[in-house]
């Protein structure tokens, strides 16, 4: 069975310090999919990225970037020079593809969350 | 565009009582999912919908439904609510099923049972 584990449960860092958010995964497939998501206080879900199992190579994107690596099932997400703004609860989340069902899915398996808190 | 919608925002509802809860997708997708929130806990799978059909389910009770109309909107059914059914309720859509297929979610609903 596939589980997502975000031991971070809440990080509080000064605005313009950098903070990296812990994703490790369980899954039994060899093509599966992982998404960061970020919840800011209104509670919808933002959908920041999205890598799959094939393709480790970093990512970069502004202030944000993505390391995955298969070889300890990590997907962890740094933001470089945080800002007030940053602050909310991001989810780490895992989408298996079933080869029985033509790569179909099961819904997405969620981490518990992160609350990051960024100070001015 | 428009992203996902999702009524009602709030709801309040007592014991025993149903609840039905709206999802209209981005357009052009033709894939949707529902999840709930419970405080301080990752999104749950529900249910995924597409074409209409039911493909895929998560570990809820049968007082749990959903259905997918031909404009692709969908509504998910809660009957004989329970005090742990308060959560929020988020509606996804996807242009598939598949995995590759990102998750943009509504605004969702959030439940309160009384």
């Known amino acids: 069975a596939q589980k997502v584990t975000q031991a971070q449960t809440e990080i509080s860092v000064v605005e313009k310090e950098d903070v990296t958010l812990d994703c490790v995964y369980e899954?039994?497939?060899?093509?599966?999919?992982l998404f960061w998501y970020k919840q800011p206080p209104s509670g919808e879900l933002v959908f920041l990225i999205r890598r799959n199992s094939f393709d480790e190579q970093n990512e970069i994107s502004g202030r944000y970037s993505w390391n995955f690596q298969k070889s300890t099932s990590s997907f962890n997400f740094t933001i470089t020079a945080s800002q007030v703004v940053d602050s909310a609860v991001y989810f780490c989340?895992?989408?298996?593809?079933?080869?029985?069902?033509?790569?179909?899915?099961?819904?997405?398996?969620f981490g518990k969350g992160t609350h990051l808190i960024i100070q001015p | 565009d428009a992203g996902v919608t999702q009524s009602p925002t709030h709801l309040i509802k007592t014991r025993g009582q149903h609840v039905t809860l709206r999802c209209s997708p981005i357009s052009g997708h033709k894939s949707v999912s529902w999840y709930q929130q419970v405080l301080g806990q990752g999104p749950q799978f529900i249910f995924q919908?597409?074409?209409?059909?039911?493909?895929g389910r998560g570990n809820f009770p049968d007082r749990f439904s959903a259905r997918q109309f031909p404009n692709y909107s969908s509504e998910l059914n809660v009957n004989a609510l329970l005090l742990g059914d308060s959560a929020l309720y988020l509606c996804?859509?996807?242009?598939?099923?598949?995995?590759?297929?990102?998750?943009?979610f509504g605004p969702g609903t959030r439940l309160t049972v009384l």
């Open positions: 899954t039994r497939d060899t093509t599966y999919y």
């Open positions: 989340a895992l989408s298996e593809a079933q080869e029985y069902s033509g790569g179909g899915a099961d819904g997405l398996t």
């Open positions: 996804a859509s996807s242009l598939e099923h598949k995995a590759r297929d990102t998750q943009y």
């Open positions: 919908y597409y074409e209409k059909e039911e493909r």
